[in-house]
């Protein structure tokens, strides 16, 4: 079987639909692919809503569980996965119609490790009513090389993107590439990781997916448990420090992503946190459990290490108090 789709499902009911047709609009015959749906405790009528698609197509599988989060149920999908490759769409978003194709057959004809392709963002109220036709595929273009020079050319720390990826399954099982289970801005260590393990990969200008912007503040969904799970993620970004072989410049660039990182929970800290103590256990969690940090380019980096290790009570609140007056 040429390509697995895994597809977590959790209280997308408004989207879910959408995002499963899109992606047997894609030209490929039902005996190529198999399409895994990851109930992970859905508690709206999201399976109900897709009823009708998975009775029509012989190859989608369903599993059911108890809500686990996202990693637990990408895992869960991967490891009953059959295809050579395998594509883990978001299931809020769509994919564009007749892109995966192409896609697929480079990676099938390549044998590469990832092949990346192009997408588009677009406001949620403004996806449902696109006019897909005038979504009009550039000439085929692409890129090859190791994972660890699209690491240091292409990789933006703010879009380790999952879903625009096809992983050749061959390669996450060798490496025993897989998800943390159990927190948010999973996609970081995960892009990563393989970035810097992957010995070929293929970059491609082909628009595959539509990320959707959903309404709403993000600030207003922003909780204290955010800053822990982007904490957990930063620290095991930061032990692929440790992977053998790594250049200077492949060890300055992840650090740097990693700093960019702390900045980005940082920033959703002092805006989002309002209470004084959440914002102290949010530092005394820091330095628990991402212990090794230590930034050290220039002295703007050594010196917020500093402060943040040795007084971190103290840092977060001036930090805070600056936030307040800088953004008024």
Not at 16 to 34: A, K, T
Not at 202 to 216: A, E, F, H, P, V
Request: glycine share 4%; charged share 25%.
């Amino acid at each position: 079987m040429d390509l697995s789709v895994i597809i977590p499902v959790f209280n997308v009911e408004k989207y879910i639909q959408v995002c499963m047709e899109s992606i047997f609009r894609q030209g490929l015959d039902d005996d190529s692919f198999e399409v895994i749906i990851v109930n992970d405790g859905t508690q709206d009528n999201s399976m109900e809503v897709i009823d009708d698609i998975i009775d029509q197509h012989k190859n989608i599988t369903v599993i059911n569980q108890n809500n686990q989060g996202l990693s637990v149920a990408r895992n869960n999908g991967i490891a009953i996965a059959k295809g050579e490759y395998i594509l883990m769409p978001d299931s809020d978003d769509l994919l564009v119609d007749n892109s995966l194709r192409s896609l697929l057959e480079k990676a099938l004809e390549t044998k590469a490790d990832l092949v990346i392709s192009d997408f588009i963002t677009l406001n949620d109220e403004v996806v449902n009513d696109l006019n897909k036709e005038t979504l009009r595929q550039p000439p085929f273009q692409c890129i090859k090389g190791t994972g660890q020079s699209l690491f240091l050319d292409f990789l933006n720390p703010h879009e380790c993107y999952v879903w625009r990826t096809l992983y050749r399954r061959a390669f996450l099982t060798k490496h025993k590439i897989s998800f943390i289970s159990g927190i948010k801005y999973q996609d970081i260590p995960f892009t990563h990781e393989c970035y810097l393990k992957a010995n070929s990969f293929i970059k491609t200008n082909i628009i595959l997916n539509i990320y959707r912007r959903r309404s709403g503040s993000s600030t207003q969904n922003y909780t204290s448990d955010n800053s822990r799970n982007f904490i957990i993620a930063m620290a095991k970004t930061w032990e692929l420090r440790q992977i053998k072989g790594l250049s200077p410049d492949i060890i300055y660039k992840l650090e740097e992503n990693v700093y960019i990182s702390f900045r980005s929970m940082l920033y959703s800290t002092l805006h989002c946190i309002k209470q004084k103590a959440e914002r102290n256990k949010i530092m005394d969690y820091l330095n628990a459990n991402a212990s090794k940090l230590k930034f050290t380019h220039g002295i703007r980096q050594r010196l917020i290490t500093i402060l943040f290790k040795r007084t971190p009570h103290l840092f977060i609140n001036l930090y805070y108090q600056f936030a307040q007056i800088a953004y008024k």
